[in-house]
Antibody, heavy 121, light 107 residues
Framework: EVQLVQSGAEVKKPGESLRISCKGS????????ISWVRQMPGKGLEWMGR????????NYSPSFQGHVTISADKSISTAYLQWSSLKASDTAMYYCARQYSSSWYDAFDIWGQGTMVTVSS | DIQMTQSPSSLSASVGDRVTITCQASQDISNYLNWYQQKPGKAPKLLIYDASNLETGVPSRFSGSGSGTDFTFTISSLQPEDIATYYC?????????FGPGTKVDIK
């Protein structure tokens, strides 16, 4: 079964660092980009950025560039989303998603179950 | 950056009704438009890719059309299990943008 399994919920204090993970299985992990998507409580979906696990090349949304870091370890088929200093406004559900790419379309065909991050003093 | 708008932001319809959602891009995106369904407490699910192609396993009551800047998503006969928020998404290499979503519920 093709799936992405994300790490569990986190509760952190402002200023703390955090790394959450997304492990792919059932497919060639290096053949597909992985994206991260934020969903703040009661709000819509926001694309944050993506990584090519084969070479760790990344693209970021201008809204998130400099605020988070996306990385990957292809040896264990895992992508990461990292913060160096969390803020209360980072409280959200974070999803990873596999990007299917062909010559004529790109779409997120497989999604992780989501990781809830709560930042509160 | 390309901006996406959706209308309506929410709607209520009866079981069996035809439901239509529109999505508009701020500039020409050809057919690079996908539709996702997100049920409460769940991850999004891809329904339609490349504006009008049904993802494998998705019921045929779902359909999409359009190109350029104006797109339409249709549920031909609304079912109780279709209660969800629907998002359009555009791809302008290398950036993706989601629309604000349309919440669909049963009247």
């Amino acid at each position: 079964e093709v799936q992405l399994v994300q790490s569990g919920a986190e509760v952190k204090k402002p200023g703390e660092s955090l790394r959450i993970s997304c492990k792919g299985s059932g497919y060639s992990f290096t053949s597909y980009w992985i994206s991260w998507v934020r969903q703040m409580p009661g709000k819509g979906l926001e694309w944050m950025g993506r990584i090519d696990p084969s070479d760790s090349y990344t693209n970021y949304s201008p809204s998130f560039q400099g605020h988070v870091t996306i990385s990957a370890d292809k040896s264990i088929s895992t992508a990461y989303l990292q913060w160096s200093s969390l803020k209360a406004s980072d409280t959200a559900m974070y999803y990873c998603a596999r990007q299917y790419s062909s010559s004529w379309y790109d779409a997120f065909d497989i999604w992780g179950q989501g990781t809830m991050v709560t930042v509160s003093s | 950056d390309i901006q996406m708008t959706q209308s309506p932001s929410s709607l209520s319809a009866s079981v069996g009704d035809r439901v239509t959602i529109t999505c508009q891009a701020s500039q020409d995106i050809s057919n690079y438009l996908n539709w996702y369904q997100q049920k409460p407490g769940k991850a999004p699910k891809l329904l339609i890719y490349d504006a009008s192609n049904l993802e494998t396993g998705v019921p045929s009551r779902f359909s999409g059309s359009g190109s350029g800047t104006d797109f339409t998503f249709t549920i031909s006969s609304l079912q109780p299990e279709d209660i969800a928020t629907y998002y359009c998404q555009q791809y302008d290499n290398p950036l993706f943008t989601f629309g604000p979503g349309t919440k669909v519920d049963i009247k």
